[in-house]
């Protein structure tokens, strides 16, 4: 009895695996032309990606959104990194944040930076929010893509959020039910025309909306806002 419930369990895990790596949004090809760039030295290891760009203090640990292949994010942390702030993207198990909250803890361990700053994209802001909320770790500020908080950021954590005006993928209601976690540290910004994909670049995603920018000028945009508001912390 006992081995038909093992052999049971198994086979529902691995259907359910398949079924979310089939349903994986993967990057697009010209993904792949920032490891051409001359500003910034991008490396790989088990644990995800670095962008070691000019900056020597401050290390932005990003953890991507559901079900999208990690490197997809790469052309926003290029952008980021040539901006003098090097960024991590960690590799999540099954590419859900979920199953990986505690892997910023294996970041700051393996590296030396001065200041660090959790980041997520949708699902993988929120599992960044809530490692930011409940880590010893000193974490000096929080940036959402398209996300929000279920739990209360501390007082001393400033919280950037960034998400677009043409988003068919953010529950509103839920991000200003729980805007209460964040508002007193925040600083928020509504990119026009900007949709919940084009943070990545991994294609469109399912019930997102059409957006009225490109894709270039949406990461341009984040990129600026998040530049500014770690150098005036």
Do not use: C, W
Request: glycine share 6%.
């Amino acid at each position: 009895m006992r081995n038909r419930l093992y052999y049971l369990i198994l086979i529902i895990f691995g259907v359910v695996s398949l079924k979310i790596l089939n349903s994986t949004y993967k990057e697009e090809p010209n993904v792949y032309n920032v490891f051409t760039s001359n500003e910034v030295a991008i490396s790989e290891s088990k644990l995800g990606y670095l962008f070691d760009g000019k900056g020597i203090n401050d290390l932005i640990i990003f953890y991507p959104g559901a079900r999208v292949e990690e490197i997809a994010y790469a052309p926003l942390m290029l952008k980021l990194a040539e901006n003098g702030i090097d960024t991590y993207i960690v590799k999540m198990p099954f590419n859900l944040a979920l199953f990986g909250k505690k892997k910023a803890d294996k970041v700051i361990k393996e590296y030396s930076y001065k200041s660090y700053y959790m980041a997520g994209h949708s699902l993988g802001g929120a599992m960044a929010s809530s490692y930011t909320a409940t880590t010893n770790n000193d974490i000096k500020a929080l940036i959402l893509l398209a996300s929000y908080s279920t739990k209360k950021i501390p007082d001393g954590v400033k919280v950037l959020s960034i998400y677009g005006s043409n988003d068919g993928v953010l529950n509103i209601k839920k991000y200003n039910k729980y805007k209460k976690n964040i508002e007193s540290n925040l600083e928020e910004h509504i990119i026009q025309g900007a949709n919940h994909a084009n943070f990545g670049n991994y294609g469109n995603q399912k019930k997102d909306k059409n957006a009225d920018i490109s894709k270039e000028t949406q990461q341009k945009i984040t990129s600026h806002y998040i530049t500014d508001f770690i150098n005036n912390l």
